[in-house]
């Protein structure tokens, strides 16, 4: 199908005369997981018209420069006789009527394509076609392969170190009461004590002294195969610190299920490859709609199976090698992948207790940290701040509202401050009122989210001039303290990314409110929490 989109774009790139292609006569720039895309192409199949579709997400230099021609940031871009005719409401309302079958037969010996995207589509198509530049190894970059060998190797040693310490007879590991907070009457579960395990190294291991065993230790922490109960103490030799080996964690996290024994890509490139992977997904098990899911059918999949197998690297990932964009995509990708992964395992919340203990459990071990829905949520995306839930966000105090990650986390190192609001309309909880899917990359992380919340605030944001009042969505409401401090801050805020006839009407709205103190009605619509299941 990838070969058969391809040729017909081609087609639509390098001919002269587009009817000489009928599946060119359409050509629509997409991206896989956008639900407006999906409504347009359906509205076009269903009436037996085709299309040459050309997918964006991975195309950055063609996005900008479709971006650069039609001054549109969001897709889909419809393209008839060399002219854009809109995005998906303009491309489903014109096949409603009838009316694009006038444009189809004026448009009949004209390319689909303006001469400067035309080109645009050949370039790229070009240049995938010549496939990425091999460059030649440098001393360097050998050196970078011959550390990465290295490391690999004794990974893989002391994984067998690992091995002898749980079987029997290996390093005595137990129940302790106190070795998390000193309390007497808390017990540790699968723990033991810095000094008995440098006991052990030193007579099981090749640690010829206690320093050794320490430093042998503090590898086998550093790799992530062993971590202090709480997360916040060097390895060392000492009878009052406890440790525990990784797979005895009692996390449940989700991708736990076996320890991860491969060697561990870069950061981005595991982030790039499970981008990959959930896009596929999504393309296959959403629906037209864009904002449902076929959870069953996923769940029964062996696209699915390989998913999860594949999110076990997440355990050994270095966040600290990723820039700011980077670490936004990541995170709003594993976010919504953990949800859809919760749901299908553990089936969906039903009610509010419910889904306040699912997005506060379902979670994956992450560079050796737990990370929970709302540990992403609100201590890494919003900048470390107090959850919608949070009593004191409800009573409408939110600057007294406890933080999520505590002083002390090795977690905190990784908030996003300042915090972007517009991940909001990216993150999707499984509800039918969050925004649609979408995943997201770091090259185009600015694109994609201007794009979502174009989508969003299209959708969520009604404004009605004759009576004054403007209705949002609830998640405004629910995190107000990211998007303003007051109504008329937060209204603003949504300016941008409104269609220009919805936004003119709501700036003369704020400044009729400035001039007279007639205040605007800020209203919120009801949230459906439903699944966003087929």
């Known amino acids: 199908a990838a070969a058969a989109v391809a ?28 639900k407006h895309c999906k409504r347009a192409k359906a509205a076009l199949t269903e009436k037996g018209i085709t299309f040459a579709e050309v997918q964006m997400q991975d195309r950055l230099t063609l996005l900008q420069r479709v971006k650069e021609s039609t001054g549109r940031q969001t897709v889909p871009q419809v393209f008839i006789g060399g002219k854009l005719i809109g995005g998906a409401d303009e491309t489903v309302a014109l096949v409603e009527t009838g009316e694009i079958n006038a444009l189809l037969e004026a ?39 011959a550390a990465a060998a290295a490391e690999e190797k004794e990974f893989k040693k ?45 007579q099981n291991a090749d640690a010829v002294d206690r320093d050794a065993a320490v430093a042998m230790g ?98 050994r990932v270095d966040l600290f090698e990723m820039r700011r964009e980077e670490l936004i995509a990541f995170f709003i990708n594993v976010y919504n992948m953990l949800v859809i992964h919760g749901t299908v395992v553990l089936g969906p919340p039903q009610n509010t207790a419910q ?39 409800l009573i409408g105090y939110p600057k007294w509202g406890a933080v999520t990650f505590k002083a002390g986390d090795p977690r ?13 309309c990216a993150l999707v909880c499984g509800a039918k009122s969050c925004p649609p899917i979408r995943v997201y990359s770091a090259e185009s992380l600015d694109i994609g989210l201007n794009g979502a919340t174009e989508a969003f605030c299209e959708s969520e944001v009604k404004v009605d001039q004759a009576n004054k009042t403007v209705t949002l969505s609830k998640i405004f409401k629910w995190y107000s303290v990211d998007f303003g401090s007051t109504p008329s801050e937060i209204l603003q805020w949504t300016l941008p990314y409104l269609a220009p006839e919805k936004a003119a009407a709501l700036t003369e709205m704020l400044q009729q409110e400035k001039s007279t103190g007639e205040a605007i009605t800020v209203e919120y619509s009801e949230y459906d929490w439903g699944l966003n299941s087929k």
């Open 7 to 34: 040729a017909a774009v081609a087609a639509a790139a390098a001919s002269s005369d587009a009817s000489e292609d009928a599946s060119a006569s359409v050509v629509m720039f997409t991206t896989s997981t956008c």
């Open 218 to 315: 503090r590898t086998l922490q550093a790799m992530r195969l062993l971590k202090h109960v709480t997360c916040s103490a060097a390895f060392g030799d000492c009878e009052s610190t406890f440790f525990r080996l990784q797979q005895d964690e009692p996390s449940g996290s989700l991708n736990m299920l076996r320890v991860w024994r491969g060697a561990t890509r870069a950061a981005p490139e595991v982030a790039d490859s499970l981008r990959r992977q959930i896009e596929d997904l999504y393309a296959t098990y959403l629906t037209d709609g864009g904002r449902a899911l076929d959870y069953a059918a996923l769940a029964k999949s062996r696209e699915f199976e390989d998913f999860v197998a594949a999110t076990g690297e997440l355990q």
């Open 355 to 393: 889904r306040l203990s699912f997005f506060s459990s379902i979670k994956y071990t992450i560079g050796g940290h737990k990370y929970t829905t709302d540990d992403i949520e609100n201590g890494v995306l919003r900048g470390n701040r107090a959850g919608a839930a949070d009593p004191f966000i």
């Open 158 to 202: 002391m994984l067998v170190l690992v091995e002898k310490m749980q079987a029997p007879g290996g390093l005595e590991i137990g129940d302790h009461y106190g070795a998390r907070s000193g309390l007497p009457w808390e017990k540790e579960a699968r723990c033991f004590s810095g000094a008995s395990c440098v006991a052990w190294l030193v």
């Open 412 to 424: 905190l190192y990784h908030s996003v401050n300042p915090m972007d609001p517009r991940i909001h």
């Open 107 to 145: 448009a009949v010996g004209v390319d689909p394509l303006p001469a400067e995207l035309k080109a645009a589509v050949r370039e790229a198509l070009a240049a995938e076609a010549a496939g990425p530049q091999q460059k030649p190894a440098s001393a360097h970059t050998e050196e970078i392969s």
